[in-house]
């Protein structure tokens, strides 16, 4: 088949603790079972359904098919087919009324995040949902090194628009995003991460 594509906040105290957001005991590497960053994403959406922690839901990307084979009647082989539009973010959701709206992306590079694996429209996208208000972020793996960060959205934009370099340090995301310790139940606790995240925003900001 062939598929054709279009064309700063000060630190707090929680923020000094916030690396490691689940005990050590608890690290369980999924990549060492055979799962990809997004199933890992996808499996933990559904523990948090399942138990009505959070709705969250990787968004479809519209295809229009434009050729068929059909090899016998009771099946149908696409041959060609075009997304009708460029993709947004990957995935979004509600939890205890806030929408989320986020980003999943790996890299190899042991020492820096590459802003290619960034696309301007996703970019506004975000921007747009942060002036409604939403928790905006992106999930970043390091699949070499087996670490993953939360990372805000708005630091992203920042870097993004300021162009001074290609890439985001590893020693930024580090010290401005949230690492997450992988689990088990669930495999990637990006809810935690949220709460901590907006915890210190509260105590940034106010409520």
């Known amino acids: 088949m062939v598929i054709r594509y279009p064309n700063?906040?000060?630190?707090?105290?929680?923020?000094l603790n916030k690396h490691k957001i689940l005990e050590e005991s608890k690290k369980s590497n999924f990549a060492n079972r055979g799962m990809r960053f997004e199933e890992a994403i996808n499996v933990s959406n559904e523990y948090y359904l399942n138990r009505n922690i959070a709705v969250v839901h990787k968004k479809p990307t519209p295809v229009?098919?434009?050729?068929v084979d059909y090899p016998r009647r009771?099946?149908?082989v696409i041959r060609e087919a075009y997304f009708k539009e460029a993709s947004t973010t990957d995935y979004n959701g509600v939890y205890k009324g806030l929408y989320l709206d986020f980003e999943a992306k790996e890299t190899k590079n042991k020492t820096s995040f590459p802003l290619k694996n960034f696309h301007q429209h996703q970019i506004t996208h975000m921007k747009n949902c942060i002036k409604q208000d939403g928790i905006c972020?992106?999930?970043?793996?390091?699949?070499?090194?087996?670490?993953?960060?939360?990372?805000?959205?708005?630091?992203?934009?920042s870097i993004w628009e300021t162009n001074q370099r290609q890439s985001i340090p590893l020693t930024t995301i580090a010290q401005e995003g949230i690492e997450l310790?992988?689990?088990?139940a669930p495999r990637i606790p990006y809810i935690q991460a949220i709460d901590l995240y907006i915890q210190t925003k509260e105590n940034h900001y106010g409520k």
Do not use: E, K, N, Y
Not at 8 to 15: A, F, I, L, N, V
């Open 64 to 67: 229009q098919i434009v050729a």
């Open 8 to 15: 700063g906040q000060t630190r707090t105290d929680q923020q």
């Open 181 to 184: 310790t992988m689990g088990i």
């Open 137 to 157: 972020f992106v999930l970043l793996w390091f699949s070499s090194l087996q670490r993953c960060f939360f990372f805000p959205s708005h630091l992203l934009i």
């Open 74 to 76: 009771s099946a149908a």
